[in-house]
């Protein structure tokens, strides 16, 4: 993974004097490894550079300037031991007939063409590999492999070894068939366009009035064609309209391919009967064109990005195996196959994947994924352990008590599941207006027939079927997909990347904001300490890092964090004292860790701050300070929207920190501290069940259930390699501040689509003058279909970028 | 004038072809990733004589796709 530091050397070292890593590209400590006359940071990154150029592959670092990552630290052990298994090893593999097998991984790492280069270039490391191909959109990598050569496990390893190690997930298992719906709209299109084109062409004698050439044998012949064109067109191409309508009046809803399928089926029955009784013209061309534009109308929304729409559900947090003791063995089982009673070991940094008792060792326990409590609970022999808690420190032996489908968090889940599905669906606009649309044209239609019926009975089912004609709503259909989608691309080029395009409708809708505090209104990870005091070498450094790995105090977490990038030194002696500090006997020093009376036996002159005190042999060096920094704009992006929206704040964390917020958001904010993921789930969810649309700005996993049950979810990311849980939307942190103006964005949005369908009546109207009268003829059906449509796309969409610019959003 | 007919004829038939060969591409999976291969082509001729992918005719992605 890259680290959060790249390219940030450490304050007190001079950048310049340091080579950079010629992997990639972090400054190398005093001492690190050297070859060549190349410098590395560490001895991982050397291996993969030896690994790469063992393979002729060095042609890596000529493609980009430094592409590397850094591979993980610790061996990679028995961490993929669970590949030998072969339930496990069926589930994931694509493919498999023995001597070959196909697999696709899913790895965020890949950020450049050198990747895909390397990854494409996988058979020069060994031989088993036949073949690799990268997505880069999706982050992926499909390997076909000899499973005689290479098992997978080894594969898998030889990727992790090399920085590339990919991500498998509970989720992965399975059915997965890659999603082919992008496939078929091409494929409707280009039979919608084919026909379009050849019908249109064949209609050229009706349009320029050959008459002789009309009522020729070759007319007869034109007037087959055409209705052969036009079947594909009708059967296959509109297929979706047809049953998108079907499914939506078995809801009870009337959208927009009700009428939209009325129109094909009246346009495609009259246009035959006129063909084959009287010889006449008929409608195919306009049907054809009718389609083809709605298709594309289909295929502009359709776009969204890929790595949002991966499913994100709480199954893919969980590992896929466990490692579980069988007296004196350690075997590796599918999570699916624990039961309750089994002994389980939790290595450092695992979940807890059902409910246990505590048998051996201590448990450091970071239960934020429940709780949202980022703070380790310490548990000792013979307490309960529950599922989702994250053991931090030596690895720990449980008994299981229940199985993991039955475990609390999953009960808790499931509720939250049914719960977001019973919440009310937002109708849509386009959905709204067709509801009393639909209904007005048919009364229209039967109007106008009962009218003709008393003068020209002849005339009755022309003018009926001419006004349903004419009123299929092709300009309304094609003028909301055009401007969502156009405001859609406009937030991704600005790092707003929505999921579809009808996320901006509900966000121009919404009637509440909530936000999380940690990582969403304030920065997180990349929170530097500042230190206060004398110079601080680097070999200092590495011993306040041997010494504060070992306590699980947070603050000392935050600091280990920090100091990672030094390697500890074995710790001779070691003491923590709760709510004071530690003392440790490193490498022949004594080092203290902790608060201004601890490190320096007097109380602190500055109370109430977070500092941690640093000594090293008696000598007080100085300290470390950690504060939540608000995001840049805050304070201005919460006057902007509180003259809109009222704002929420719910956290996890304790009220320490009320006053500063008080101080941004006003005395009048609703403010819930000490919230569990839960209680921010139900929150929004009651909100939501009394009508409200939230919009939900959250980061973590703790806010999770809140994002998906909020009406919009956004996500707050500091950089697009890190874990994102499932929501509508992934907003970059730089471009916070920018917040009120995608939302104002899609208000604009909204308007300029209730503007176009006044437009688009208004075309309606001069059809139906037409159609009312029985005079709709097959030309005018021709140009007033394409040119309506045609003006509404480019009004919407040249409106949107317009307002786009004046919004600031481009 | 009857030999419009088969030239309309001809013409579909022409056009058709091409409707196909866009089906046959695009079940292929030549437009699922519209992106990763604008990048392929800037390295193509980094490692020439090593082509082994094309060698095995092995495809990824279903019919005959490399």
């Known amino acids: ?810 | 004038m009857e030999i419009m007919i088969v030239l309309i004829g001809f013409s579909l038939v022409v056009a058709g072809g091409f409707l196909i060969a866009f089906f046959w591409a695009l079940r292929s999976g030549q437009f699922d990733d519209l992106f990763t291969p604008a990048m392929r082509m800037l390295f193509e001729s980094r490692r020439k004589g090593r082509s082994k992918k094309t060698e095995s005719g092995e495809s990824l992605h279903g019919n005959g796709d490399i």
């Not at chain 1, 199985?403 to 609390?408: A, G, I, M, V």
């Not at chain 1, 920065?523 to 306590?551: M, T």
């Not at chain 1, 939307?729 to 917040?739: D, E, Q, T, V, Y």
């Open chain 1, 1 to 810: 993974m890259p680290s959060l530091f790249k390219n940030e050397p450490a304050d007190d070292i001079p950048a310049a004097t340091n080579p950079v890593c010629a992997h990639c590209g972090d400054p190398c400590g005093t001492g690190s490894p050297e070859e060549d006359g190349k410098h590395f940071c560490c001895t991982g990154c050397l291996t993969v550079f030896s690994i790469l150029r063992g393979s002729d592959l060095d042609e890596y670092y000529a493609i980009e300037n430094k592409p590397g990552l850094k591979p993980n630290q610790p061996g990679l052990g028995d961490r993929y031991a669970y590949l030998d298994d072969e339930t496990i090893k069926d589930a994931l593999l694509d493919f498999n007939d023995g001597t070959r097998s196909r697999i696709t991984l899913s790895i965020p790492q890949i950020h450049c063409s050198a990747c895909i280069w390397l990854l494409e270039n996988l058979y020069s490391l060994h031989k088993g590999i036949v073949s690799s191909r990268v997505d880069f959109s999706r982050r992926e990598l499909a390997v076909s492999f000899a499973p005689d050569q290479i098992s997978l496990r080894k594969l898998v390893e030889l990727l992790a070894s090399i920085g590339y190690a990919p991500e498998i997930k509970k989720t992965d298992m399975g059915d997965k068939r890659p999603d082919k719906s992008f496939r078929r709209l091409y494929g409707n299109l280009a039979v919608a366009g084919f026909c379009f084109g050849n019908v249109m062409l064949l209609s050229l004698p009706n349009y320029f009035g050959l008459d002789w050439l009309i009522k020729s044998n070759i007319g007869t012949a034109i007037n087959i064609l055409k209705i052969a064109l036009s079947l594909p067109v009708v059967f296959y191409s509109a297929h979706d309209f047809f049953s998108s309508a079907w499914h939506g009046l078995r809801q009870k809803q009337v959208n927009m391919d009700v009428p939209i399928s009325i129109g094909i089926t009246i346009l495609f029955s009259r246009s035959l009967y006129e063909i084959l009784i009287p010889g006449q013209a008929g409608f195919m061309d306009s049907l054809c064109a009718l389609v083809f534009l709605l298709l594309i109308g289909r295929l502009y929304q359709k776009k969204t990005y890929r790595t949002l729409s991966k499913k994100g559900d709480f199954q893919s947090y969980l590992p896929i195996a466990v490692i579980k003791k069988e007296g004196d063995r350690e075997i590796t089982i599918p999570i699916d196959n624990l039961k309750a009673g089994d002994h389980i070991l939790v290595r450092n940094q695992e979940l807890i994947p059902a409910d246990s008792n505590l048998e051996k060792g201590e448990g450091h326990i970071d239960y934020s994924f429940v709780t949202g409590e980022s703070a380790p609970v310490t548990v000792s022999a013979g307490e309960k352990l529950y599922a989702g808690g994250r053991q931090i420190g030596a690895a720990i032996e449980l008994a299981v008590i229940k199985k993991p489908s039955q475990s609390y968090l999953m009960q808790l889940w499931s509720q939250t599941a049914g719960a977001i599905k019973d919440q009310p669906q937002l109708m849509t606009l386009a959905t709204k207006v067709s509801t009393v649309f639909t209904p007005t044209v048919i009364l229209i239609a039967i109007f106008a027939g009962i009218y003709w019926l008393q003068y020209d009975g002849a005339r009755a089912l022309d003018a009926a079927t001419a006004v349903l004609i004419v009123a299929c709503p092709c300009a309304l259909a094609l003028s909301t997909p055009f401007a969502l989608g156009t405001a859609h691309r406009l937030c991704g080029r600005s790092d707003l990347y929505l999921k579809d395009s009808n996320v901006v409708e509900r966000l121009a809708r919404i009637s509440r904001i909530i936000f999380d505090k940690t990582g969403t209104i304030t920065q997180s990870g990349a929170e530097k300490p500042q230190f206060k005091g004398n110079y601080l070498s680097d070999e200092n450094k590495r011993l306040i890092y041997s010494a504060v790995r070992q306590s699980t105090h947070p603050l000392s977490i935050r600091l280990g964090n920090y100091l990672h990038e030094y390697e500890p030194l074995p710790v001779d002696q070691f003491e923590e004292v709760t709510g004071r500090g530690l003392k440790a006997f490193i490498a022949g020093h004594d080092i203290l860790v902790g608060s201004h009376r601890w490190v320096c036996g007097k109380e602190d002159t500055e109370p109430g701050s977070s500092r941690i005190y640093v000594s090293i042999d008696g000598k007080t060096l100085g300290s470390f300070k950690f504060a939540n920094l608000f995001r840049k704009g805050l304070r201005e992006l919460v006057e902007n929207l509180k003259k809109l929206y009222p704002l929420v704040l719910l956290t996890g964390d304790t009220d320490a920190e009320k006053k500063r917020i008080i101080d941004i958001f006003g005395e009048g904010t609703e403010m819930r501290f000490r919230q569990s993921p839960h209680d921010k789930l139900a929150y929004v969810h009651d909100r939501t069940m009394k009508g409200e649309q939230v919009l939900m700005i959250g980061d973590g996993i703790n806010d999770s259930g809140a994002l998906a049950a909020a009406s919009v979810g956004i996500t707050v990311m500091e950089s697009d390699a890190t874990f994102s849980p499932e929501s509508d939307g992934i907003l970059k942190a730089g471009n916070f501040r920018m917040l009120p103006r995608y939302i104002d964005l899609s208000r604009d949005c909204l308007t300029i689509i209730k503007v176009s369908f006044g437009l688009s009546f208004l075309y309606n109207a001069v059809g139906l003058y037409f159609a009312a009268q029985g005079a709709l003829s097959p030309i005018i059906a021709a140009v007033l279909m394409p040119a309506s449509s045609v003006t509404v796309v480019l009004f919407v969409t040249l409106m949107t970028f317009y307002r786009a610019g004046r919004r600031g959003v481009i």
